[in-house]
């Protein structure tokens, strides 16, 4: 029996994660068996504790299709540049009709037993759910949530900075008057400390407005 084309077709052609810190994220695979004879597959990867796979193994009826579902296990920490080194390796073999899933041998899959065994090798790639638009570095996800549900705290938080940053600019004005010592450097020095004050207050102001605002967490 010779088979010209490969028994079983596989879309997409890679595994698509959208990675996301601390979510699972999962991938379909839809196999299709392009012969008129049943055929039987295996899912295999190099990470078997990273990854649910449903089915990870069965019986493709002639000219019929199925979906296999990967489902990747929640993740704390950005894999380097993004990129995974993980991969699947899925087998298919022709199997007697009318076979049961229950009924496939020990050796199916064996490369030894003389059997024609097909093999789909199949990369993960990962895709970005979330990404920090100010520099391009990634944020993790309870920053994002920090900053998406509570717009007003992140607002006073910006207009504290900037009164700490005026008030920190006005008192090296102060001092380099003072070392200074202009005669008529008085009246001047009396209005920046007044301001100061005044920023001093509003500071003070946005501080108690933030810790009183409600958590979000």
Not at 19 to 25: P, T, Y
Not at 163 to 179: G, N, S, Y
Not at 189 to 200: C, K, P, T
Request: hydrophobic share 35%; proline share 6%.
């Amino acid at each position: 029996m010779t088979i010209t084309k490969p028994l079983i077709t596989v879309h997409p052609d890679e595994l698509k994660f959208q990675f996301e810190l601390d979510k699972q994220s999962y991938c379909d695979l839809k196999v299709v068996n392009n012969t008129e004879h049943h055929v039987a597959f295996k899912v295999k990867t190099t990470s078997p504790k990273k990854y649910f796979v449903r089915p990870n193994t069965g019986v493709i009826q002639p000219w019929d299709a199925c979906v296999i579902r990967v489902t990747s296990q929640a993740q704390r920490d950005y894999p380097p540049d993004m990129q995974c080194k993980d991969k699947f390796l899925l087998q298919s073999t022709i199997v007697p009709p009318h076979t049961d899933l229950d009924e496939l041998p020990q050796d199916a899959f064996n490369k030894d037993s003389g059997k024609v065994i097909e093999e789909c090798k199949l990369r993960v790639v990962y895709t970005l759910a979330n990404r920090n638009s100010g520099d391009g570095s990634f944020a993790s996800s309870n920053e994002n949530a920090d900053y998406n549900s509570n717009p007003t705290l992140q607002s006073l938080k910006e207009e504290r900075d900037s009164a700490v940053r005026q008030t920190q600019q006005l008192q090296q004005e102060l001092e380099l008057l003072k070392r200074r010592r202009y005669p008529k450097s008085s009246g001047f020095s009396f209005r920046f400390a007044l301001l100061a004050a005044l920023i001093g207050i509003m500071v003070g102001f946005l501080l108690n407005l933030s810790l009183s605002s409600p958590s979000t967490e």
